[in-house]
């Protein structure tokens, strides 16, 4: 009893230093190991199957159907913690008329104590057919509807009825891109009270971010080719946060190196695009983040994923 005690002490001290709350669900970030590696600053730059977490508008510039699968361990090295994330999504061009349709699972485990699970169903569309700023400004919306549980491992002598809770809520973004390759993104998340308390109200937080990021074939004087820097401004429960994040691809486009950092670490990671047959691809991506500010003896958190992208 005191072995798992201290472990259940440990997990939520290690949940609270990395910039999350205790007890307060679906405010994790450890989803995506693409947007990982950028420091989670993702919001006007995502255009892959990580769209449904970060940015449902992101959905209408994937142009390929594309199925992703990801697995993390957090925290890695401290004794006693086991807690990890897992990812899953599939997204689905139907139409320039129509749009693109996704849908998504995700997961926060620490196996015996904890579980958070969600998942999304996406839509994504450009609005040029509606809304016209400048011939060569892209625009486009999206909304992701989105079912929440949550499960603690209750001792029998709690007063609570049960040891999972569930909720719907949805999402809402939009994203503005140049040809130039300046994009602005807006994301609001879990707009619809979503209690998934057990004794008392615990409503999910609202969370809204403005994302910017700059695009360039070549960054002048460094020559880093196809050069993407981003920048993400969270707000949520009255704090604020910023999220920094840059990636650049080698290789003629084909190998991605990247690094970021926010309040509670510093990230980098990289990703390999091989081609299969004549336009189908399979991408291997990882991403390390290095926690800063009170946790020791951590080897980081290490997360890695497949994709296929096919016609």
């Not at 159907?65 to 994330?85: H, K, P, Q, Y």
């Not at 104590?113 to 999304?120: A, S």
């Not at 807006?186 to 409503?203: K, M, T, Y």
């Not at 190196?257 to 047959?277: T, V």
């Amino acid at each position: 009893m005191k072995k798992i005690f201290s472990k259940i002490i440990l997990t939520l001290l290690v949940l609270a230093l990395s910039g999350g709350y205790v007890f307060a669900a679906f405010n994790t970030s450890y989803w995506g190991v693409r947007p990982m590696g950028m420091g989670g600053a993702f919001t006007s730059v995502t255009n892959d199957a990580n769209a449904p977490l970060y940015n449902p508008a992101g959905l209408a510039f994937v142009r390929r159907r594309e199925a992703t699968l990801m697995s993390s361990r957090l925290f890695a090295g401290l004794d006693g913690v086991d807690i990890a994330a897992n990812y899953a999504a599939f997204v689905w061009p139907l139409s320039e008329e129509i749009g693109v349709v996704s849908i998504a699972w995700a997961q926060e485990n620490t196996p015996g104590l904890r579980r958070e699970d969600l998942v999304n169903i996406g839509f994504g569309r450009f609005l040029c057919d509606i809304i016209r700023i400048h011939d060569n400004v892209f625009i486009s919306a999206g909304v992701n509807i989105r079912y929440l549980r949550h499960e603690f491992n209750f001792q029998s002598t709690d007063p609570v009825s049960g040891n999972s809770r569930s909720a719907v809520t949805a999402d809402i973004g939009i994203m503005a891109v140049h040809e130039n390759g300046l994009g602005v993104g807006f994301s609001s998340r879990n707009l619809i009270p979503a209690d998934l308390g057990f004794v008392e109200r615990d409503i999910v937080s609202n969370e809204n971010v403005l994302g910017v990021s700059y695009f360039t074939r070549e960054l002048p004087f460094l020559w880093l080719p196809y050069f993407t820097i981003s920048g993400d401004f969270i707000f949520r429960d009255g704090d604020f946060d910023i999220r920094m994040g840059a990636e650049t691809w080698l290789a003629d486009g084909s190998f991605a190196i990247r690094a970021g950092g926010r309040r509670e670490e510093i990230n980098m990671g990289f990703g390999w695009e091989f081609l299969l047959g004549r336009s189908s691809y399979l991408v291997l991506d990882y991403a390390l983040g290095i926690p800063i500010g009170g946790i020791e003896g951590s080897l980081g958190s290490h997360f890695i994923s497949l994709s296929f992208r096919f016609d």
